[in-house]
């Protein structure tokens, strides 16, 4: 199941990045319903990204100087797939992860390891996190890691 709810939640993350004006949480649920998706799977997703959304509301992400790399614990190396980890690191080298966000993500991770946290889902997780701590901010950053178009970032 928590695939199906990752998909659901890659599924909405693009509504609300893409262009124009999202279509309604209702209009996205029946969409969703009619693609084969049950609605506790539904609502498991939406549940997901409103207890992520609200977690840190009005901070506003802050990019800072590498001071120091993290190492990853024997739980979290276990948990989380080697391209899921280089992923961390390297939006953290980037600048588009700060030590708090880096730490938010890694737990939304480690809450949803039923098995291994793949590169996918990890870029789910990481992209929503982004996205609730601001809309537009780092609307380019997340379009650029999910389509890994690095070259993007530097230019």
């Not at 649920?29 to 990204?49: K, P, R, S």
């Not at 992923?87 to 980037?94: H, K, S």
């Amino acid at each position: 199941m928590r695939e199906r709810v990752l998909a659901i939640v890659s599924i909405i993350a693009q509504y609300v990045m893409g262009d124009g004006e999202p279509p309604s949480e209702t209009d996205i649920v029946e969409e969703l319903l009619a693609v084969g998706f049950e609605a506790d799977e539904i609502d498991a997703a939406f549940t997901w990204m409103q207890n992520l959304a609200f977690r840190h509301p009005d901070r506003a992400p802050e990019l800072a100087e590498i001071r120091a790399q993290r190492i990853f614990t024997p739980e979290e190396r276990r948990s989380i797939s080697g391209e899921a980890r280089g992923l961390l690191i390297r939006l953290r080298t980037l600048g588009i992860l700060d030590d708090e966000a880096q730490e938010e993500i890694i737990d939304r991770a480690l809450e949803m390891a039923d098995d291994e946290v793949s590169l996918k889902e990890m870029k789910a997780i990481a992209a929503l996190t982004l996205f609730a701590r601001s809309n537009d901010e780092w609307r380019r950053e997340v379009d650029c890691f999910l389509d890994d178009d690095w070259s993007r970032l530097y230019h």
